[in-house]
Each structure stands twice: as structure tokens, then as C-alpha cells.
């Protein structure tokens, strides 16, 4: 066997038994990777798979709690970023970092320029050196272009070039196609061949099934932060991969709901904006659980943000209880009975540095207020309602928000936006990042709520959340309705399939 064949069945990188834990979540549980020379490996899993914590690690963003990764069979250990660079492992990210002001080529050197004998950056090589990566991956722009005048997929080829720039051993794709065109994806299609006949190793992460089965040479797939299985594209099909995704039984702990829901409370005709989803519509009823699913890109969140006003729509009209209504604003929203719980807590939720009163009256002050005047009494009085009802853990209500579990941070939210009495209540992914006690806490009273004829919209990248809270399922997939579900269609295997845009019907295994 030539060294040639014995370096194309040997990993560049391995990584092996790597594990990794947050306050009260295991990220990664032993999992392991491995990249080959000149072949694409896809990583592939549900949201929350332990994907992007994996590509941390590897790019030196995150140190392992336990594992080990090998560079070429040898244990490495990397300090940071800088280490991975140095030793040829470089990711582009679905949202590159560059910068508009600087041209082609000190985006591509920024960092790391060619320096003079008096140490100072040498204008004229760095040109040299970017001409002659931009040549190598075919880019049709020159190095002085300032990024700012390119478009979205030359502003791709310029961080394909800048991860070149260190000569790059490994090249990471986190969904690189999201924001293309089909034309550009075809021509990245064209750049990711050139990279394995220059003998790189990469780790492409998709969630769209035909890329990975146009693209690949190998997969790995995980689930919940395991390793589950790995092998050659062209030993596995699309209905088995699914399979490996979501293989598990959906967990029988959610709350026990006999749906009865009720005449119809909102609708949504037309829904459309210019570039984050098209022709949205569906009806809401009183009482009812209505679950979004879909995978990255999906545009699930940017829906609903345009829903609660945050964003406007191109065209399409939403009816509460049969009347059209024009939400332009968060306020009218609000206002016309519709709250909406954003997944970002921290940024977009809750207010840090205010206390918990203060955070579940704030978009309630006019029922605490008298003549412009706060009333202290009534103010606590509200906010007391709201944390007892939501079963609040904390020391007191004048307790920083900021200083709470996630799980009670999402629970202040929730009580701010019940506060103002909603018919409609938006929960955009309830449970991200909390505790197994505090997301039972939150179905729990989600299934209250409904209970109580409250119409809840939930949005959530969870299987079994999703499956086992709704009463119906709208699945999205870039930026429209794939499919509605209920009953017995609503299994793991048939939202993945729509999510992804899987069509063909499993085949039936021989007897």
C-alpha cells in the first residue's frame, strides 16, 4: 500500500471519548470524530445534538472535560483559538466575522499579515499572498475590494480564503449554504472540491439532507450529546439517517391534557416578508397548544417576532376572534392580546439588573399606576400574583433578576407577559436551557394555561416537546409551511422528514 492510501484511511483529526459539561447540562457525553484527508464529513443531528459545542472544541474555543483529540495520531491539547489555527484547523461559520470597512485582503490577513524586517504589516505580500489564495478557490473579485461593496457569497469565499490564509489542514462548514442563492451554492459545491483535491479534511455541519447526501464522503451523527453512529454515505440512506436522529421513544413526562379546544381566537392569512418566510397562514383556537417546528433557518423565530410586531410583514393579515388587526409594534400587540416569550431571555426577556417586581409589572404598569404615579403596594401585589402562580424560586421578589436560575429567569418572563392578560400567548423555545425539574414546571403550566382557554403558540426544536405538548404541529422549512401534523401522523420520524424536505415514503424491509 503507497503512503498515499495509508494517509487517505488515516484521520487527520480524531477526536475520542470527549466530554463537556455546563452548570446543569452535559453538552457532550463521550463522543468521538474523525476527519479524513481530501473527504467531507458531515456531522448531523437535531438541534441541541451537541454539534456546535463539538466544533468549540475542536476550533479551541472550549476546553474538554475529559477525551482526547489526536492531530495525525498524536494527543493535542488545545490552550485556545490560537492553538487550533496553529496547528491547521480553521471553521467558517454560518455568519462570518469580517469587517465592511477593511478591503478583501486585510479581512483575509487580519491578525496574522506579513510583516517586514522592521516588523511593520507588508502591504504588497499581503496582496500577493490574497491574489493568490483568491485564484485558488476562483474568486471574481481583486484584493483591494472593500467588503462592503460584495455580496453575501463573496463575502464567503473571502473567509474561505482567510481560513486558507493559515493553511488550513481542516476546514469547518457550519452551514454554509444557509444564506445562498442556488446558483452560489452550487459554486461552494464546486469550492468544497477543489478543498478535497487539495487534500483537506472537512467537517461540514447541515441540516438539509440533499447537501449531505450530495456532498459527503462520510457522516457521523449524534443525539442528545452522545456519539451514535458513523460510516460512508454510501452505505446508509436518508430514511436510516433519520432514524439514527431521533431514535429514541418520545419520554412520557409531559402533563396529561384531554385537548377540547375551542372556537377559533386568531388566524394568520398570507404572512410573507422579503427574504425570512413566505405565505404563512393557520388558525389558532381557543384553548389549543400549537407547536412550530422546524431546523435551522426554518424561520420559526422571525415569524414570530413579525407576529408579536417586532418586524413587518411584505403582505398577509392576522384576524383576532374574526376582526383584522394591524400589529406594527410590540405595543399593539400587546395590546390587541398578544404577548410573545423570545428564546434569548437575556437579551430579549427579562431585564437584568432590574429586580423581579420590577421585570413581571414592567408592560403592566398602567394597572399599577395612578395618576402617573407608580403605587409600590399594588405593584408588588401584581408581580407577587404572577411568581406564586408560576411557582418562582427565589429569596424575594426585589432579588435581581439576573441572579436567578435560567429556569426561574424564564418563569419571570412568562409571569411578565401573563401579567397583561393575553388571548395569545407566543413561548419561543420554553425550555432552552433549563433543568429537567423546571421544564416540567413549564409544561406543566403551559397545560394550565390551556386549561384555562389561554391559545398558546410553541415554538420548539425539541421532538419529544414538541410531540408531546401540542395538539397540532406546523412544520417549517426555509421559511414556509412543510406540513401540518396530528394524531397518529405526529411521530419523530415524519417532522424530521418535512423539516429536512425528505418526500420519498420509507421503503418496507423485505420479510
Not at 407576529?307 to 390587541?336: D, E, Y
Request: charged content about 20%.
Amino acid at each position: 500500500m503507497t503512503d498515499a492510501m495509508t494517509s487517505a484511511h488515516t484521520p487527520v483529526v480524531s477526536m475520542d471519548a470527549i466530554t463537556k459539561t455546563f452548570p446543569g447540562v452535559k453538552a457532550l457525553d463521550q463522543v468521538r470524530l474523525d476527519l479524513y484527508p481530501g473527504q467531507v464529513t458531515a456531522l448531523v443531528g437535531e438541534n441541541g445534538a451537541g454539534k456546535s459545542t463539538t466544533v468549540k472544541v475542536l476550533t479551541g474555543i472550549y476546553q474538554p472535560d475529559g477525551g482526547t483529540i489526536r492531530i495525525d495520531g498524536d494527543p493535542v491539547r488545545f490552550s485556545g483559538p490560537n492553538a487550533a489555527s496553529a496547528a491547521g484547523i480553521t471553521a467558517i461559520h454560518q455568519e462570518t466575522v469580517l469587517f465592511d470597512e477593511l478591503s478583501v485582503a486585510e479581512n483575509i490577513f487580519i491578525g496574522h499579515a506579513p510583516r517586514s524586517r522592521l516588523g511593520l504589516i507588508d502591504t504588497a505580500e499581503m496582496h500577493r499572498k490574497a491574489t493568490a489564495l483568491l485564484q485558488e478557490i476562483g474568486a471574481p473579485f481583486g484584493t483591494h475590494t472593500v467588503l462592503r461593496d460584495l455580496g453575501i457569497a463573496n463575502k464567503h469565499l473571502v473567509a474561505i480564503a482567510r481560513a486558507l490564509s493559515v493553511d488550513a489542514r481542516v476546514v469547518i462548514m457550519d452551514e454554509p449554504t444557509a444564506a445562498l442563492s442556488h446558483k452560489e451554492i452550487e459554486e461552494l459545491y464546486e469550492l468544497v472540491e477543489t478543498l478535497k483535491s487539495q487534500g483537506k479534511a472537512i467537517l461540514f455541519i447541515s441540516h438539509k439532507f440533499d447537501e449531505i447526501f450530495r456532498i459527503a464522503d462520510r457522516y457521523t451523527v449524534f443525539r442528545d450529546g452522545s456519539f451514535v453512529g458513523d460510516g460512508k454515505i454510501a452505505d446508509i440512506d436518508e430514511n436510516t439517517l433519520v432514524k439514527l436522529m431521533v431514535g429514541r421513544a418520545v419520554d412520557q413526562i409531559f402533563p396529561e391534557r384531554i385537548a377540547e379546544p375551542g372556537e377559533d381566537v386568531f388566524q394568520v392569512v398570507g404572512y410573507s416578508h422579503p427574504t425570512e418566510f413566505s405565505d404563512i397562514g393557520f388558525t389558532l383556537r381557543r384553548g389549543e397548544i400549537l407547536g412550530f417546528y422546524g431546523l435551522v433557518g426554518a424561520g420559526r423565530s422571525e415569524f414570530m417576532q413579525s407576529l408579536f410586531g417586532i418586524t413587518r410583514p411584505s403582505k398577509g393579515v392576522c384576524k383576532i376572534n374574526g376582526a383584522i388587526r394591524i400589529i406594527r409594534s410590540p405595543a399593539a400587540a400587546v395590546s390587541n392580546g398578544i404577548v410573545y416569550v423570545p428564546e434569548d431571555r437575556g437579551k430579549q426577556g427579562a431585564v437584568i439588573g432590574l429586580p423581579i417586581f420590577q421585570n413581571i409589572t414592567l408592560p403592566s404598569l398602567g394597572r399599577t399606576s395612578r395618576s402617573g404615579f407608580i403605587r409600590l403596594a399594588e405593584e408588588f401585589a401584581l408581580a407577587r400574583q404572577y411568581a406564586e402562580r408560576l411557582d418562582l424560586r427565589a429569596a424575594s421578589l426585589d432579588q435581581d433578576v439576573g441572579n436567578l436560575s435560567g429556569g426561574n429567569q424564564q418563569k419571570v418572563v412568562i409571569a411578565k407577559w401573563l401579567a397583561t392578560q393575553p388571548q395569545v400567548i407566543i413561548l419561543d423555545e420554553p425550555t432552552k436551557g433549563i433543568d429537567i425539574g423546571s421544564k416540567a414546571a413549564v409544561h406543566d403550566f403551559m397545560a394550565e394555561l390551556a386549561a384555562q382557554g389561554l391559545s398558546v403558540i410553541m415554538v420548539s426544536s425539541e421532538i419529544p416537546e414538541v410531540i408531546g405538548m401540542s395538539d397540532r404541529v406546523i412544520v417549517m422549512r426555509d421559511g414556509r409551511i412543510a406540513a401540518e401534523l396530528s394524531g397518529e401522523e405526529l411521530t419523530p420520524e415524519t417532522l424530521v422528514r418535512h423539516a429536512a424536505g425528505i418526500t420519498a415514503a420509507p421503503r418496507l424491509q423485505e420479510a
